[in-house]
């Protein structure tokens, strides 16, 4: 069995981490499948002196009927360059071959060919570049898959820190009308349940940040926290562990989040930047919800640093590690359901 790895941005350093992470990681029970560019592969490869064998096919079919060495990294190239490879650079090439190599990869995941997908870096003004509208992961793979509301959560197996966000990629005006207009019981259903199936935790424990300073101090400060989060948590307390709002300021540098399986944070940078800090190397972006097993290293593009051999793969082995642990979680639910 093969799990997908997209190749990302070419000109950032997803090509790197992907094949530092081969050989590092190799193969675990099912073996990498890189889709995107097996020239540009080749290209990071060489300049950086990795020495990693790569194989390109145009059919997926071929991959699975060919015999490959273990140390031979199979390729499904999708786009091959129609231009000189830069490192470092924004182009609506770059941005078209990882697109395609996502729409590709995704659809071998929905059709049972591979079973998990981890994506590398790409850039949205590339995409943009590019003629593409939906320029974030999450977004198109919920349409590409048909879920309407994809959880974001970040997972650190080092300090165990795991943060969902409760809303994504829009602008911070947007928050407290999506808050207020949101369904949080179907939001914390979905949540509880996947840290039961895919993360394998009996009785999970959640705590939820408030959307204003101070959580609102009582409602001096906002109504979202009395109005909204608060009547949610007390009913959905009566069955799960679930606790908050908690004031967002104070809570990570108490650490807090010990006493939890899982934080949620309101809007992106209230939990992404707490998260970063404390686990910039090693963190994991999960999208919750979907058919599909999806993990990325938690990080850009890196053009500062790409092409010169500095990018660490650290979080992109650690994405591949935990798709192969929510697959095989998966797969142990749906053998017990059987």
Avoid at 30 to 38: D, F, T, Y
Avoid at 61 to 67: H, V, Y
Avoid at 140 to 161: K, N, Q, V
Wanted: charged residues 20%; aromatic residues 8%; hydrophobic residues 40%.
């Amino acid at each position: 069995m093969f799990t997908a790895w997209t190749i990302g941005d070419i000109h950032g350093i997803g090509p790197e981490i992907i094949l530092k992470s081969f050989r590092e990681f190799g193969q675990g029970r099912s073996r990498p499948l890189v889709v995107g560019s097996a020239e540009a592969l080749r290209f990071y490869t060489v300049k950086l002196g990795l020495g990693v064998n790569i194989a390109a096919f145009t059919s997926f079919d071929a991959i699975r009927n060919a015999s490959l060495s273990p140390d031979t990294l199979p390729v499904l190239s999708v786009s091959e360059p129609s231009e000189p490879i830069v490192p470092g650079t924004i182009s609506a090439y770059a941005g078209d071959t990882a697109m395609k190599a996502l729409d590709t990869a995704s659809r071998l995941c929905l059709e049972g060919k591979t079973r998990a997908l981890v994506t590398a870096p790409i850039h949205k003004e590339a995409l943009a570049k590019a003629g593409y509208t939906n320029t974030g992961h999450t977004d198109y793979l919920a349409e590409r898959c048909g879920e309407a509301d994809p959880i974001m959560l970040f997972h650190d197996p080092l300090s165990a820190l795991t943060v969902a966000l409760a809303t994504i990629h829009v602008p911070l005006r947007r928050v407290p009308g999506l808050i207020e207009s949101m369904d949080f019981e179907r939001f914390f259903a979905k949540l509880f349940y996947a840290l039961r199936t895919d993360f394998r935790i009996p009785a999970p424990r959640i705590a939820v940040l408030g959307l204003n300073p101070h959580a609102s101090d009582g409602g001096v400060m906002g109504s979202e926290e009395r109005a909204v989060l608060q009547p949610c948590i007390q009913k959905i307390a009566k069955k799960e562990h679930i606790d908050g709002p908690f004031p967002a300021d104070g809570f990570f540098g108490a650490r807090g989040y010990n006493n939890y399986d899982a934080v949620v944070a309101m809007y992106h940078d209230q939990g992404l930047l707490p998260f970063k800090v404390l686990a910039f190397e090693s963190g994991i972006n999960v999208t919750i919800g979907l058919p599909i097993v999806r993990t990325s290293p938690d990080h850009g593009t890196g053009f500062d640093i790409a092409g010169l051999g500095k990018a660490s793969s650290k979080s992109f082995i650690q994405a591949a590690l935990l798709a192969e642990q929510i697959a095989d979680n998966r797969e142990r639910k749906s053998k017990v359901k059987g």
